[in-house]
């Protein structure tokens, strides 16, 4: 029996340690980064990608002697995970747009960084299941940031006075400006309930989707018609 207990126990402290440490399995709840993530897939985050603060501790416990340690800083264009800065604990995930220092502006649904409008190709349209049974099209770009990065994102050609023309934003010290792919459809930086996300929050960088399904779908009996396997072990580009 202790042998047993032992043996639990060692197993439920190395599965904690990975977590914390390594990889920290997470899903997609909303649409606010299609086309490259699905509501229904599930994926893992590197946790010392961008090294360690509370966030990356269960339950966000203080114990760090700064706000980030081995620290590396986000690069351009990487798909995060973080903190929402109102609360300081509900989970969002997008996708790096503003580094420290940037001027971020979105202007007619194009997005410039620094002054410059930022490269977009448009491409066959993403099709989605709008309802069940009823697909829809939107628009479906390539889209170039400074870095060379390129990504996907859709957007609507309706001139959303919210999220398509925007005041200029200036990124602070230490702060990250954020941005859903999904440009109509995401609450990110360009809003006040999200703004500018602080270093400290960031949780670790979406690696690849290890799983796939509807969102809806978590009947067994529906799985081989819901099931996304072309989806399965794909990098998060």
Aim: glycine fraction near 8%; avoid cysteine; charge should be negative.
């Amino acid at each position: 029996m202790k042998e047993t207990l032992r043996t639990v126990i060692y197993a439920v402290l190395i599965a904690l340690s990975i977590r914390v440490a390594a990889f920290e399995p997470f899903s997609i709840p909303s649409g606010s980064m299609v086309p490259t993530l699905l509501v229904g897939d599930y994926l893992f985050v590197s946790k010392y990608a961008y090294g360690y603060s509370r966030y990356s501790l269960p339950f966000g416990l203080p114990l760090l002697p700064s706000d980030r340690v081995f620290f590396t800083e986000p690069e351009r264009g990487d798909v995060a995970v973080f903190k929402l800065p109102r609360d300081n604990s509900t989970d969002f995930i997008k996708r790096v747009i503003g580094l420290p220092g940037d001027r971020i502006q979105v202007k007619n649904g194009i997005l410039h960084i620094n002054g410059q409008a930022v490269e977009r190709k448009k491409i066959d349209d993403h099709i989605f299941e709008a309802a069940p049974g009823q697909f829809s099209r939107i628009t479906q770009y390539i889209e170039t940031l400074p870095n060379g990065k390129e990504h996907l994102i859709v957007e609507k050609s309706d001139g959303n006075p919210g999220s398509d023309n925007t005041q200029v934003y200036t990124v602070p010290d230490g702060h990250y400006f954020m941005m859903g792919d999904n440009r109509d459809n995401s609450n990110d930086s360009r809003f006040s309930s999200v703004g500018f996300v602080p270093r400290e929050n960031f949780v670790g960088r979406a690696e690849f989707i290890f799983f796939s399904i509807d969102g809806s779908a978590w009947k067994i009996w529906t799985w081989l018609d819901e099931l996304r396997p072309s989806r399965f072990f794909t990098s998060i580009e």
